[in-house]
Nanobody, 115 residues
């Protein structure tokens, strides 16, 4: 079992920045990769960024150059630094942990970008 707790969402104006955090606990040794997904109203959940246990990263095209995913292994925490935010980034952001056959999800944190 893996537990994920997200924090850092909120309301920001377009062009602003936010940093999301996701703290993992439980069977963290089993985590292959962690990522951030988002879901806007009426849309499917989509991958925003992911980072493997080896540190490799990948990003959605829509956030490349604006968002950065990183991890602090000592704190078992993954971060998503979001810069140059746009109204279309408004969504509930979910932390994900991939342990192979099972995915674990956080409760989600709302990010709202006003124009």
């Amino acid at each position: 079992q893996v537990q994920l707790v997200e924090s850092g969402g909120g309301l920001v104006q377009a062009g602003g920045s936010l940093r999301l955090s996701c703290a993992a606990s439980g069977s963290i040794f089993s985590i292959n990769a962690m990522g951030w997904y988002r879901q806007a109203p009426g849309k499917q959940r989509e991958l925003v960024a992911a980072i493997t246990s080896g540190g490799s990263t990948n990003y959605a095209d829509s956030v490349k150059g604006r968002f950065t995913i990183s991890r602090d292994n000592a704190k078992n925490t993954v971060y998503l630094q979001m810069n140059s935010l746009k109204p279309e980034d408004t969504a509930v952001y979910y932390c994900n942990a991939d342990v192979g056959l099972v995915d674990y999800w956080g409760q989600g944190t709302q990010v709202t970008v006003s124009s």
